[in-house]
């Protein structure tokens, strides 16, 4: 099986930045796509940021500009830089991979989620 583990959550002020790390480990045979998603209260899930094992990217229209994804695939390792923060931007921050523990046996794996606050 695939584990996924995010770090680098916390409070920070607004207009400040934070840098998130997120690590796939396990039977992992290949990794297509990793990404952000990022929850409130009450609220869905929604995409922030992914990226491809290609370095193709997508972004929420919320965060463009403002945050840039970044994948080591070397290490199943993606980065979200989060730049000019702002307190809308506070959520559980979560991180996915879609990934394959054999040839063709794929599997949508998800992080615990790390917590972002934007607060003066």
């Known amino acids: 099986q695939v584990q996924v583990v995010e770090s680098g959550g916390g409070l920070v002020q607004p207009g400040g930045s934070l840098r998130l790390s997120c690590a796939a480990s396990g039977s992992i045979f290949n990794i297509h796509t990793m990404g952000w998603y990022r929850q409130t209260p009450g609220k869905q899930r929604e995409l922030v940021a992914t990226?491809?094992?290609?370095?193709?990217?997508n972004y929420a229209e919320s965060v463009k500009g403002r945050f840039t994804i970044s994948r080591d695939n070397a290490k199943n390792t993606v980065y979200l830089q989060m730049n000019n923060l702002k307190p809308e931007d506070t959520a559980v921050y979560y991180c996915n991979a879609v990934a394959s523990w054999r040839a063709g046996a794929w599997g949508d794996y998800w992080g615990q989620g790390t917590q972002v606050t934007v607060s003066s």
């Open positions: 990226v491809t094992s290609g370095d193709s990217t």
